[in-house]
């Protein structure tokens, strides 16, 4: 295949990209896709006036090789064959490639807007989809939710109280971070990185941390990979243990919502021992970690899991056990496999679907070079799959956190920073709670970034939701919704 | 049945009951202290690193409307002149009062009118707007109202509607996007009402100061009542901001 082969975090040359004719381009991409590739990345790598380069990154787990080949369009010659026919998963990055780029996908099954709401390629308005016909209604929720969360907007098309249609718009939380990234310093960066999703601090700072150290061949101590590691595993515990909270919430379970609610205070407060943050802010820098955790905060943080790690399974076993509980979450919002293959859904909501997807296996980085993580996968595809997935998911990183703390490595956890290769790229791919974190870099003849472009799993998975909603009852959806628990503003950027 | 019982025997007693006297972590990063006096001659290592430009010099000061209170000015200081201390009361009601300098202790708001008192000193119902904010704000907000800070036994909580609130919570620094909702949610809000800012984003634009992206027009325009600092504020930061302004003795 025409294409460029590396390793998760591996540097390359931005010359060694091949960079193919549209026609080439458009075949290799099917054959990647045909061959079971997941699209990571479909984006501009650089413009000028006359043209832009085009990269797809494509992941094959099966081997861990991340593929990509490039093209160029000039905006006399904006058109390529959408690949969407072959494999749904790319649209929405198609989406994002046309309304950064006006870069338009021949034969794509519906052009939206990514961010941009109401327009789509050169100012085209976007009409949401509308159904029509007797006792065919629309309910119209947000951008300002009922609760105390982020914005977005949901159009769902009803027949009763059967919900034909859910249609997400995004949009309303872009700051501008890829652009902004650009012109930062190191300082800035690892700020702005933090703030991509403030409930995935870890798993954003820890894929910027990789990505500069690859490209300045630094290597840091096992001591700071370990401690990397269990970080991200802290901030999965916690913020599933938030997620087990909500859905508990909404089937209107209190005594649930309040016990994982008292859990996951541990759980953040646990971070907080770490580096004084109750989210991670801070502790991941390029060149290793900002505190070096003493031994009474390590004994403090075993003590708050031990906790956690008792009532979290008294906990679960009642909930999990409660016949009106069950009667909520089974069979509602199924995503079954193949749906969930083919938009590419990852993290634990692909896991709950019985796909085979978790970076840490697949794209090993870090310490889970050393240490390996059981891949577990359910079937039901439904909203208690999901919710059980996260408790499961819970217990596998207490383990993972417990065995580390048994046996942690010493040295320092600071490692002196080289400089940054000038013309260089790479992808860094994390495993965070909500799944594959994507963050490809690359550098000018300077050293510095010319494109930072970064992937939160949300962008895969609102979709996943959209469909979790088809024939459900619209009372459910705040339950359906709960249970992907996506992020605004690590789609918008 | 008995399961659940058992549960919330499980339970204990998590709330922090004083909330004015709770000891945060070791490492937690709230009201910075600051000794100019050690200032080397020419030294700006701390103004050179601060990813936001929340420091001055001569003398040295600390603007919290603009600190993302990461650990960058405290680690590069070659004399330790800056030192984050576990104070957590550091909510104002006038922006000035955020720029502290010296060894300063905490900050207390200044109480609130006596009308405001009079309308919301016993119950507070707040609408949250997040324009831009990364989840960070939103979760901390969320955990005022938790089994541990159970922020609903002072009579303040978080409604669906405006039209049942009191005043808005905002956070995130003011998207292009959220603009027009921001506008729309404020004018829903029946009179009189108040204006809670809460994370640097919210307060300065934080990190994303001079993002083309932002559009904060609506602050210009609206008088704040509430500033409450922090990258995200600690739930007991805004608990006891809000109670320290109503003047609520607890």
């Known amino acids: 295949m025409t294409s460029l082969s590396v390793q998760n975090q591996q540097p390359f040359p931005i010359d060694d990209i091949p960079i193919l004719s549209v026609k080439e381009f458009e075949n290799s991409v099917r054959e990647e896709l045909l ?221 649930g919502s309040a016990s994982y609610g008292r859990l996951r205070t541990l759980a953040i407060n646990s971070t907080a021992l770490l580096c004084g943050s109750r989210f991670g802010r801070g502790f991941i820098v390029p060149g290793g970690l900002q505190f070096d955790p003493t031994d009474e905060a390590i004994e403090a943080l075993k003590v708050n899991l031990h906790v956690v790690q008792h009532d979290v399974l008294v906990i679960n ?80 990183s207490l383990r993972f956190i417990f065995d580390q703390l048994e046996n942690l490595p010493s040295g320092s956890v600071q490692s002196e920073m080289n400089a940054i290769r000038a013309n260089s790229g790479v992808v860094s791919l994390i495993e965070g709670w909500r799944g594959e974190i994507a963050h490809c870099a690359f550098t000018d003849s300077k050293g510095i970034w010319k494109r930072y472009r970064i992937k939160d799993p949300s962008f895969h998975n609102w979709y996943g939701l959209s469909l979790a909603l088809r024939s459900e009852a619209i009372s459910d959806f705040p339950l359906c919704n709960k249970s992907f628990d996506l992020s605004y503003s690590g789609h918008d950027l | 049945m008995i399961e659940s019982i058992q549960l919330r025997i499980m339970q204990g007693d998590p709330i922090v009951h004083d909330v004015h006297h709770a000891t945060l972590p070791p490492l937690f990063r709230g009201m910075p202290e600051l000794h100019p006096e050690k200032c080397p001659d020419g030294c700006k290592e701390c103004v050179n690193i601060c990813p936001t430009g929340a420091l001055q ?134 009179a009189p009402k108040v204006i809670i800012l809460v994370g640097t984003c919210a307060i300065s634009g934080g990190i994303f100061k001079g993002s083309p992206e932002i559009d904060r027009t609506f602050l210009g325009s609206h008088s704040i009542d509430l500033y409450i600092p922090g990258c995200p504020p600690h739930p007991l930061t805004f608990l006891t901001g809000i109670l320290d302004w109503l003047d609520r003795k607890v």
């Open chain 1, 317 to 396: 076993e009642v909930m999990f056990g409660s016949t009106s509980v069950l009667g909520r979450l089974d069979h509602t919002g199924t995503v079954e496999k193949e749906w969930a293959q083919s938009i590419g859904m990852v993290g634990p909501a692909a896991r709950a679907s019985g796909l085979d997807v978790d970076t840490r296996s697949q794209f090993p980085y870090g310490a889970y070079k050393y240490i390996h993580l059981p891949l577990i996968t359910l079937s039901s595809c439904d909203v208690f799959a999901r919710a059980r997935m996260r408790s499961l998911e819970i217990d596998e």
């Open chain 2, 57 to 190: 010099l001569h003398p040295l000061r600390i603007d919290l409307g603009l600190c993302v209170f990461c650990p960058a000015c405290e680690r590069s200081c070659p004399e330790k002149a800056i030192h984050f201390t576990r104070e957590y009361h550091i909510s104002c009601s006038s922006r000035n009062q955020l720029i502290v300098g010296g060894t300063q202790s905490s900050i207390t708001p200044e109480i609130a009118s006596k009308k405001i008192r009079d309308y919301f000193g016993k119950s507070l119902k707040l609408r949250q707007i997040s324009a831009g904010g990364c989840n960070g704000c939103e979760l901390e907000i969320n955990a005022t109202s938790n089994v541990n800070f159970d922020m609903g036994r002072f009579g303040i909580e978080f409604v669906a509607s405006p039209r049942h609130a009191d005043g808005v919570v905002i956070t995130g620094p003011l998207t292009k996007t959220m603009a027009q909702a921001t506008e729309l949610c404020f004018d829903a809000v029946p």
């Open chain 1, 35 to 255: 061959a079971q590739a997941r699209m990571i990345g479909l984006f501009g790598l650089e413009t000028t006036e006359s043209a832009t380069t085009v990269v797809a990154v494509l992941g094959h787990s099966s081997t861990s090789a991340i593929h990509l080949l490039g093209t160029t369009f000039t905006p006399a010659n904006n058109r390529y064959r959408s690949f969407a026919d072959v494999d749904p998963q790319t649209h929405y990055f198609e989406c994002e490639l046309a309304e950064n780029h006006q870069i338009i996908p021949e034969g794509h099954p519906w052009l939206r807007p990514v961010r941009k709401q109401t327009i789509i390629l050169a100012n085209q308005p976007y009409s949401m989809y509308k159904m029509e016909g007797e006792e065919i209604h629309e309910v119209a929720v947000g951008p300002i939710h009922a609760g105390v969360i982020e914005p977005g907007h949901f159009r769902f098309q009803c027949h009763g109280e059967l919900v034909y249609h859910l249609e997400i718009i995004l949009g309303y939380q872009h700051r501008g971070i890829e652009k902004l990234l650009l012109n930062a310093s190191p300082s800035q960066q690892s700020i702005i990185c933090e703030s991509i999703t403030g409930d995935t601090v870890i798993g954003h700072s820890m894929a910027y941390a990789l990505a500069v150290e690859a490209l300045s061949n630094t290597s840091v101590s096992l001591r700071t990979q370990v401690f990397r590691s269990l970080a991200e595993e802290l901030e999965r515990i916690a913020m599933h243990l938030a997620g087990l909270g909500g859905i508990a919430n909404d089937v209107g379970y209190a005594i």
